[in-house]
């Protein structure tokens, strides 16, 4: 059976890297919170659709409102990290990024009282520079990451990383490299990458998010089509409960660049989403995981 993958980072409309200098951590209080409302209605389109997702819930937004894991674990979704403060990893030091990856996979155990084993970093920001993140999402109790962004970028992405999901094997010299042929045994994580489209001989990041919002629908539906049919691949959809939200405030401050990103046809997701669910077919990464044999050992032995 064919499957896609459908994610969703759960950060509200000011948490945005985009808007950091403009709406740093310690402001995020002042900020009328509407994460709740636009997470309660993308899992309305879920159960109208019959369809699964992956919730990268931020443990900031946890905190603050401990009923959205819940509600998401109790409609049959699956609760997996997005970080503790949306600090891009690369902007932290190992023991930063250790700290925040402990303190939000605890909070939403304690929330959803079931192991979450996914995690996803702030803009995709595990590259090359920050391996060491490997072993720390991986003694934290990780069992697989969704952070790499295969495309060339000064900011994040591993450009040579392969499209499909992999395992990333920790080598004897206590590095991690990808493997296409990692057995039940070893000490791996998975990677499941996000989706990139490969023209003129460059992997581009147009599979969700601003892209979805910027490109017309059937964009999107070629796209899906080309890795069912073509790739025989899972497709990976990511998108943010701000983005089907129109009526959120402006943040003032931030560069033209950055609002034309994010205020781009946030009036049109809603309904395209609606159109991708029932076109497509789409699962969780847990359900993925599981149902792969070799690396469902690994989820019972952790
Ligand atoms: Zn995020």
Redo the contacts with the bound molecule.
């Keep these: 059976m064919h499957y896609n993958f459908l994610t969703f ?1 759960v ?1 509200d409309y000011f ?3 985009a808007f950091e200098k403009v709406s740093p951590l310690d402001s995020w209080e002042k900020w009328e919170l509407r994460v709740e409302k636009n997470t309660d209605k993308l899992l309305e389109l879920l159960d109208e659709s019959g369809q699964n997702a992956t919730f ?1 819930v ?1 443990g900031w937004v946890a905190e603050r409102c401990p009923e959205i894991s819940r509600k998401i674990a109790a409609a049959g979704h699956e609760v997996a990290s ?1 970080g503790y403060a ?1 600090r891009r990893v690369y902007t932290q030091s190992r023991e930063e990024f250790g700290a925040d990856i402990r303190r939000s996979k605890q909070l939403l155990e304690d929330q959803v009282g079931e192991e979450v084993f996914g995690y ?1 970093a ?2 995709f920001s595990i590259s090359e520079k920050v391996s060491w993140a490997y072993d720390e999402l991986y003694d934290a109790g990780y069992r697989y990451d969704s952070s790499v962004f295969p495309v060339k970028h000064d900011l994040y992405g591993i450009s040579e990383w392969p499209q499909r999901a992999n395992c990333v094997v920790k080598t004897e010299e206590g590095g991690w490299v990808y493997s296409a042929d990692c057995v039940g045994e070893c000490h791996c994580l998975r990677e499941i990458p996000v989706s990139t489209f490969r023209f003129a001989g460059q992997n581009l990041p147009i599979t969700g998010g601003g892209y979805f919002r910027l490109l017309p629908y059937r964009f999107t539906r070629y796209l899906l089509n080309y890795f069912l049919f073509r790739k025989h691949q899972p497709f990976m959809f990511y998108l ?1 409960p701000w983005e089907i939200d129109p009526e959120q405030p402006h943040i003032g401050g931030a560069g033209w660049k950055s609002r034309f990103r994010h205020y781009l046809n946030l009036d049109l997701t809603e309904r395209r989403l609606r159109l991708l669910l029932r076109e497509f077919h789409f699962t969780a990464i847990r359900e993925f995981l599981t149902l792969d044999r070799e690396h469902s050992e690994i989820l019972k032995a952790s």
């Design positions: 980072d950060e948490q945005v890297s990268f931020l997005h949306h996803r702030p803009s943010h």
